[in-house]
């Protein structure tokens, strides 16, 4: 891999991160108020912090739904904890208004929970000629917050004959 896309990988992956925590569920109407969710629903926990991140709310996104001792399994997050975390959304644009993709779309296919689990399962695009990138996140949430977070990605390859099925 040549060096320029050794960077355009890694600023691809620092979008995703910032899209993986936020959620980008794209569509339905932003401006409504969503109730407040309960402790007892970790699904629910990660729609409300993603949908205060991708109103460009980081601060008050990590401080109401991420735990203070926050555990990121990211390596691109300085600390692996809730002040890397923060540090890392707010250098990325995602709070004070700011918008740093604003082509990017995010396309959230499936999010369940079991127990503590939270799984989401989507795919981003940085913009109308990129073929995106598929990703999986796990957050554990405990107690109301988010304690953990895991995610994975694959970038989608051009289409081949060989298998007719998406990745999403």
């Known amino acids: 891999m ?31 108020q969503p109730t407040e969710p309960t402790a007892d629903d970790p699904v629910k926990i990660v729609e ?36 890397g975390l923060l540090d890392y959304m707010v250098k990325a644009g995602w709070d004070e208004g700011s918008n740093p993709f604003p082509e990017m779309r995010d396309v959230v296919d499936r999010r369940f929970g079991s127990g503590e689990y939270v799984v989401t399962q989507h795919h981003i695009f940085q913009d109308k000629n990129d073929r995106g990138t598929v990703f999986v996140d796990t957050f554990r949430v ?27």
């Open 2 to 32: 040549g060096h320029g896309c050794g960077k355009m990988l890694a600023a691809v992956m620092s979008a995703a991160l910032l899209a993986a925590l936020a959620g980008c569920s794209g569509g339905g109407d932003k401006t409504a």
């Open 48 to 83: 409300a912090f993603d949908n205060t991140v991708m109103q460009h709310k980081a601060r008050e996104a990590v401080a109401k739904y991420v735990a203070e001792d926050f555990i990121e399994h990211d390596p691109t997050v300085k600390g692996g904890n809730r002040e």
């Open 142 to 168: 405990v107690n109301g917050k988010i304690v953990e977070h895991w995610d994975v990605a694959q970038p989608v390859p051009e289409k081949t004959n060989d298998n007719p099925n998406t990745m999403w």
